[in-house]
């Protein structure tokens, strides 16, 4: 499949590409789920990214490459990308390309050829001298090389000693090479980001991939169902269940595109594709899940402690509530959680243990649990019971879908019982309230919202959907809240399905008003174990 919007993410790559031509360097790193596009993303541009004075290096670093791999593919990806032009016939072969190259790169090619001979393990610089290959190709050709490391932290398997201090030492002196460190483990990436290498000059811009926008996520659904019928809200689920992750759309999509169905898919129908991807036994969601347990049993995660992330899945999210179900005590507890958490299974957003994958999430509540526990007698009655869960969580999230989203949000407000979280790097006490109710605004477009009054303060929501926001939408809104200004107490809301102008955004920024968009809003949603709502 070609490869699908995105744009967003290309613009800030090219951007940097951009920069280090006129002479400015900044470091990018790149993190986010397991395939949620971080590679995809980075090859689309290298492909047609097209430049003589930039040299793009791309090398992916696997847990079991050996060092001797990694210098000899660092190098012959090197020389292979400078000999693109060359109008030679390229080889993929080490020694040949040292060939083919040392005529145009004498000074360079002579380094190589010291660096492959040395004994490596010996070498207490290898990483400098490797890097310096860069200065080295652009003092003989004026090309800049830009360097992608994909999977950087498997740099510490290497067996390098001291490898991020040499790296350290080589970022804040090279001022023509552009570094992109891409990372499928967001946790101790940032942490080495943050404690290895952070530094006054050289540092990393870190841009985390999110899934597909609402509407690009259905756009790429749809682009496998040319020949498959189904109703928008059964898409709509599926966008919701997957979390609008590429990789789980486009299982889900083949999956749909194989079912070779003429008529209008039912509910039943796609239950039964979900079925055969999450509780089959050769059913690729459930091979995946099952060996990620595998894989943390490995790590000293046993199957008692899996029970925990079947708590977790069911809505036992809160360290008091886990330390109630799990039976088990609070430093126990804590352990394992932040085990999970170094592991990328969960992250912790205040008083909330939340999981990155939302269909692991099922996937424990109705296939590994019932697996251990359910009260079936056979494989069928077994299968039967699966089937009937995911039709009732379709069944369940079309109910709600069908709901106004003031209902939503007031039904939602209910739940609250002094929890803390961070929403748009701003943090929130979600107070229990005293009283809630919808409010009309006597203004032209902002015309809804709701207030949540608690003991000793207020929640001042405004909901506008379907057109962007004005500038005076948010003079509107303020004026509303002024009316109630005998409550000093105020987080004052914001609510659109629609993209947000810097304009507007800076005026809710001088008024101290919080501007969601649906997606902030589903997130709480998602604390509190509720469907999400729809754009």
Known sequence: ?????????????????????????????????????????????????????????YVEIKPQTSLKQFVEKFIAVLLYNFLENSGLKRSEKLNRLIVQAKTFLPKTTKEMTEIINAPLKRSSDLFIQLLGLCDSLTSETKKRCVIVFDEFQNLENLGIKNIYKQFSKMLMIQKDVLYILLSSEKFKAKRTLSSKLSLLFGNFEIVEIQPFEPNCAENFLQSFLINIKIKKELIDFLLQFSNSWPYYLKIIGDALRNYRKTELLSQKELAQILENLLFDASGILNLRFRNLLQYLEKANFTYRDQRLLYLIACGKNRLKDIEVAWHKSRKAVVNKLNFLIEEDILTKNGDFYVFNDRIFKFWLRFVWYEGINGQALNLKNERKTFLDRIEEEITQFLLASRKPVIERTMQLLNLFGNEK???????????????????????????????????????LIGIKQEEPLKEDDIAGFIGECRRLRYIKLQTRIIVTDCAIEPNVRLKALQEKICLWDIRQLNYIFDLYNRPRLLV
């Open 1 to 57: 499949m070609d490869f699908f919007a995105r744009d967003d993410y290309l613009n800030i790559l090219e951007k940097r590409f951009r920069d280090l031509k006129d002479g400015f360097r900044h470091n990018l790193a790149i993190t986010g789920e397991e395939s949620i596009g971080k590679t995809s993303i980075i090859q689309h541009f290298l492909s047609r990214f097209c430049d003589p004075l930039i040299l793009p290096v």
């Open 421 to 459: 979280a961070q929403i748009q790097s701003k943090n929130l006490r979600f107070k229990p309230f005293k009283e809630i109710k919808p409010l009309s605004f006597n203004h032209e477009t902002l015309k809804e919202g709701i207030l949540g009054r608690a003991q000793d303060s207020l929640w």
